[in-house]
């Protein structure tokens, strides 16, 4: 399974593996087919607003997700395991003085296991091609504006690269609890195109 638009040469060599491997009885399809199922149906923005709310509340959580988020994921019962190809992840904090925002400029590349599918608007053209040299502009078609003094990063995904933006806990939530910080979590604000 991938999300990659453009995947039809690797498909085509995942069939061929999966047939030699089939062939030397090393692989179960059955089981290969159940793990896909499995990841698929995982595969939810709940998960990225269960990571952002834990590292709001658990420094020690934080810095090992900045650091490698791939070994932090399974601390909450999470991975970036999705079938036959591991993804690196990296997350990006946002800070008063850095806001992230993640693209994928050749097509559509997208930490799915952690979103769901991703939306429209992040495969379209116009986000893809804009976003890099126009940030600021897209970001308030988005009804979003950072400070001006905020510097915009723009991190392009590609098939083994994935990006989560890690949102800047929002003031006077001090007294939420976890589960609850989960429910101010956004989707896009996990993109970079809304502040949380
Ligand atoms: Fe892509």
């Known amino acids: ?53 834990r590292a709001w509340v658990d420094g020690d959580f934080k810095a090992k997700l900045l650091d490698n988020a791939n070994e932090a994921l399974p601390l909450i019962g999470l991975s970036m395991g999705g079938g036959l190809q591991v993804q690196t992840l990296k997350v990006v904090e946002n800070t008063p003085d850095v806001h992230n925002v993640i693209v994928c400029t050749l097509c559509s590349c997208y930490p799915l296991g952690l979103l769901g599918p991703s939306p429209t608007w992040y495969k379209s053209p116009a986000y893809r091609s804009r976003v890099v040299s126009h940030p600021r502009e897209v ?28 949102p800047q806990r929002p003031a006077g939530t001090e007294h939420l609890t976890e589960e609850e910080l989960r429910q101010r979590v956004t989707r896009n604000g996990l993109i970079g195109t809304a502040p949380v």
């Open 1 to 53: 399974m991938t999300d990659h638009h453009d995947d039809a040469p690797i498909a085509a060599q995942v069939r061929e593996l999966e047939a030699l491997l089939e062939q030397k009885g090393l692989l179960d399809p059955r089981e290969l087919d159940q793990t896909l199922e499995a990841f698929a149906a995982n595969a939810s923005p709940a998960n990225g607003f269960r990571v952002v709310a």
């Open 139 to 166: 970001l308030a078609q988005f009804g979003f504006t950072p400070p001006d003094d905020t510097e915009i990063r723009v991190w392009d995904a590609n098939a083994e690269m994935r990006y989560l933006v890690l």
